[in-house]
């Protein structure tokens, strides 16, 4: 039976956040028979940290189930859709983003593009977000394709509004990350919007889009809705 799936962001940080942190608290409550300091060095040296650990995967967890459609409304509601764009979410997963975007268009189009890795998103496949367009009724909208942001298959000043959520830190190295920004302006059309949302790097992505002649500005942090806390930047292409 097809079921809409949205899947757990970075289900395996989720995992061993949780296996590490209920190991330091056995640690701290069942500490080793050892002298009576030692003990008790080790059962407040590991309480804390496993604590926070534990703490860390749920507000993750949490997030990845229930914050991130209402932390999605919140980065589309920054653009004024008229409803013909032509659209582009980067690293669109299983589709949430590019699926958000699509109910908000009449007669324009949404492009989904991710290299489909289950590290960064659990049940990560491309049939399965097909399958999320299908139920949510928008599959005649979206087109979505296995490419990777360093280098697409799209001609120049091909979108007018290109979005992403937690996607760019994936890319490991500065200089990837550059280049998917650069690769990001180079297919935006003259005065079109990007829509980014991340948790770090972001003085990095806004210094390169501004030395690529945008015009940026950023929303955000927002620390209580979401985890790891997401900033936005909103760049138009002048």
């Known amino acids: 039976m097809k079921k809409i799936n949205y899947g757990i962001d970075a289900p395996q940080v989720i995992r061993n956040l949780l296996i590490i942190g209920f190991i330091a608290l056995v640690f701290s409550f069942f500490p ?27 507000l993750m967890y949490g997030y990845a189930r229930w914050g991130k459609s209402k932390h999605r409304d919140r980065l589309l509601n920054l ?57 949510e009724n928008v599959l005649q909208k979206v087109h979505i394709l296995n490419e990777n942001i360093l280098k697409t298959s799209f001609e120049d000043n ?10 760019l830190h994936n890319i490991y190295d500065s200089t990837g990350r550059a280049q998917a920004c650069r690769e990001i302006v180079r297919i935006l059309k003259m005065n079109g919007t990007v829509i980014l949302s991340d948790f770090k790097n972001m003085d990095e992505y806004q210094t390169t889009f501004e030395q690529l002649g ?15 806390p997401l900033t936005v930047i909103i760049a138009t292409k002048q």
């Not at 009576?36 to 926070?52: E, H, K, Q, W």
């Not at 500005?217 to 790891?228: D, E, I």
Request: contains cysteine.
């Open 158 to 167: 091909s979108f007018d509004v290109v979005v992403s959520n937690l996607c």
């Open 79 to 135: 653009y004024a859709w008229k409803g013909n764009e032509k659209v582009l979410d980067v690293g669109t997963g299983l589709g949430l983003l590019m699926i958000g975007v699509a109910k908000r268009l009449t007669t324009g189009t949404c492009y989904g593009i991710d290299i489909f890795n289950a590290y960064d998103l659990s049940d990560n496949a491309i049939e399965q977000t097909k399958i999320n367009a299908e139920l």
């Open 214 to 228: 945008m015009n940026v500005r950023k929303a955000g942090t927002y620390f209580l809705t979401t985890f790891p």
């Open 32 to 58: 080793p028979d050892l002298s009576p300091p030692v003990s008790a060095f080790i059962r407040y040296t590991f309480l804390m940290p496993g604590l926070s650990l534990i703490a860390a995967g749920g």
